[in-house]
């Protein structure tokens, strides 16, 4: 008998988490994994009692679900994602609906949206975030894609998504197409850049002589206040954490970072679209640079850096850095919303970006206190251009900009690589300026190839050549972007 009101395919962590909160809240979950002696183990343990229905097959598993039939995926991005698809296709009628949980890239979302609706299904792909904690006990979930498929799963969404205020759940519509797993992109990349300046505030505060304790209680003290989010709680938690033999963990683990690809993918689609996206491209670089191991162990023998000790007001630099961490994070959200207005308007997905905050507020991983002050600049002008224009940001900005600064200077006094830092306070000082030296870039662009120049004493949108050597001639190239 058809009973189930979803299935779910793929039993790793998040998918059986994700089954248990679905079970929690009453909903009648399906499941089937391609190992399917998973299926049994997860009966047998986790699932043990509750009403979650085992399957053993893709035509036992479809044959269990209420019509329309709602299929979640929760396997590994990419091929795998079509395999299932097209493993599934004969079992499916028209209006069923299949749902992609995994970190698919948009453009993959795109196409299977456009692919199934010619077969009369629909599709969502959805991001889900807050790691296997917040798949048990409530996630930010961002659904995009067809659109007529979200009254039937918008039930199941909203019950086990996170809720804050007034049990406002983290989930709600974004956008057509690929729109749910593109805000997920974006979600992630600003992900690598929290974690990024916290481990460059890390480093600052080991290169002033602080301890682990010492720095897990300035973590502990930072999350009461304007930096109180997820990542800053989990932080001073790994400080202090002793393993086996009582001594930090932390200083046991090899500084080699890894990435799974959406931090990338975010980076070059704001090269695609030309949106400033330095924070985040700096973050990932971290990480590449991160991974040359060995040859930075070698250049460490052959390169010197400036053989300088921290000395001065330590409190003060605790509050420096406090201000560095604040005002660089700020410019990381103003970038990545840069970047999802430029999105929405691209591909016509009609983001709503007050919304987008509201999602991020609770059980995902970039969960932070100031996500709300991002719903209200929204709320108060829909037609923000930038964060950094809003009034609330604004101020916060200038106000931590002393502190930031002297931060950033103290890193290069010290030979201690902060790029999120430093690039985030450059793009601040180009986003302030009036005045760029584009004029002598675009003169250059002209000596060389023609290329042409508007004139600050002449009308926007006339373009000048000019014959720099008196050899050049006077043919110019036809293409010009700004």
């Not at 097959?57 to 395999?83: H, N």
């Not at 207005?341 to 016509?348: G, I």
């Amino acid at each position: 008998m058809s009973q189930a009101d979803i299935g779910l395919i793929g039993l790793a962590v998040m998918g059986q988490n994700l089954v248990m909160n679905m079970n929690d809240h009453g909903f009648t979950v399906a499941v089937f994994n391609r190992t399917t002696s998973k299926v049994d183990e997860f009966l047998a343990d986790a699932a043990k009692g509750s009403n979650v229905i085992g399957t053993h097959s893709l035509k036992e598993l479809c044959a269990s679900l209420k019509t329309p039939r709602r299929i979640m995926m929760m396997v590994k991005a990419g091929e795998a994602v079509d395999q299932q698809i097209e493993a599934l296709l004969p079992f499916l009628e028209k209006g069923d609906i299949i749902i992609d949980g995994g970190n698919s890239l948009y453009t993959d979302s795109e196409r299977r949206v456009t692919e199934l609706a010619a077969k009369g299904l629909l599709y969502i792909g959805t991001g889900v975030s807050g790691g296997e904690e917040g798949a048990r006990h409530g996630p930010s979930i961002m659904p995009g894609g067809s659109k007529d498929a979200w009254p039937a799963v918008k039930p199941i969404f909203q019950s086990i998504s996170a809720k804050v205020g007034d049990k406002v759940p983290c989930c709600d519509w974004v956008g057509n197409g690929g729109a749910g797993h593109y805000v997920k992109m974006v979600h992630n990349g600003i992900e690598y850049g929290d974690m990024q300046l916290i481990c460059e505030g890390y480093a600052l505060l080991k290169a002033a002589g602080f301890t682990n304790d010492e720095m897990s209680a300035i973590f502990t003290k930072w999350n009461t206040g304007r930096l109180d989010s997820f990542l800053i709680e989990i932080t001073a938690n790994i400080l202090k954490f002793k393993d086996t033999d009582g001594t930090f963990l932390l200083d046991k683990i090899m500084d080699r970072a890894g990435q799974k690809g959406t931090g990338k993918w975010t980076g070059i689609n704001a090269l695609d679209l030309g949106i400033p996206l330095t924070l985040i491209a700096e973050s990932v670089f971290a990480r590449c640079v991160s991974s040359m191991k060995d040859q930075r162990v070698a250049a460490s023998k052959v390169l010197a850096g400036p053989e300088v000790k921290f000395t001065g007001d330590k409190a003060q630099f605790v509050k420096d850095i406090e201000d560095a961490l604040y005002a660089s994070k700020i410019i990381s959200y103003a970038q990545g919303y840069m970047l999802m207005a430029e999105a929405s308007k691209a591909y016509k997905w009609d983001l709503s970006f007050g919304d987008i905050a509201l999602m991020w507020r609770g059980g995902c991983i970039i969960r932070s206190a100031f996500l709300g002050n991002i719903k209200e600049a929204f709320t108060t002008n829909p037609n923000l251009e930038n964060l950094l224009l809003d009034g609330f940001f604004a101020k916060a900005v200038t106000e931590a900009q002393p502190g930031w600064r002297r931060a950033v200077c103290k890193a290069i006094e010290l030979g201690i690589p902060a790029p999120c830092f430093s690039t985030a306070l450059t793009f601040f000082d180009g986003y302030r300026s009036a005045v760029v030296p584009a004029n002598l870039l675009q003169a250059q662009r002209d000596y060389f190839g023609a290329h042409t120049y508007e004139r600050v004493d002449k009308p926007r949108g006339q373009f000048f050549h000019t014959n720099w050597t008196g050899t050049g001639g006077n043919v110019s190239s036809s293409t010009y972007n700004a």
